[in-house]
């Protein structure tokens, strides 16, 4: 089952009881990578310009949580227009998704 997220409440009201852990927890991991991801290209485009850059991701108006089991997180980077930059995936371990 697929859920358009755009706001705390959207998870509240869309996905069921019994899985707002998981998705909640599956948010995080997510991003936490995101923002991760967003300071080391900072870091790496400030060095090679010799200036400042900051802001190379944002966060998504809308995400999308999938619930299907598998405890894994796909995160695909896009530019302004949408076209899809790289991606990665990752398995959460057990001890992760608690």
Do not use: N
């Amino acid at each position: 089952m697929k859920y358009q997220l755009t706001t705390i409440k959207d998870i509240f009201d869309r996905v069921p009881t019994d899985k707002i852990k998981t998705c909640m927890d599956e948010l995080a991991v997510a991003m936490q990578q995101a923002k991760a991801m967003s300071k080391l290209l900072e870091f790496g485009m400030s060095e090679v310009s010799g200036q400042k850059v900051e802001g190379i991701i944002r966060w998504p108006e809308t995400s999308v949580w999938i619930d299907d089991g598998k405890g894994t997180i796909d995160t695909e980077y896009v530019d302004e227009d949408g076209t899809h930059l790289f991606g990665h995936h990752v398995q959460l371990t057990p001890e992760a998704e608690k």
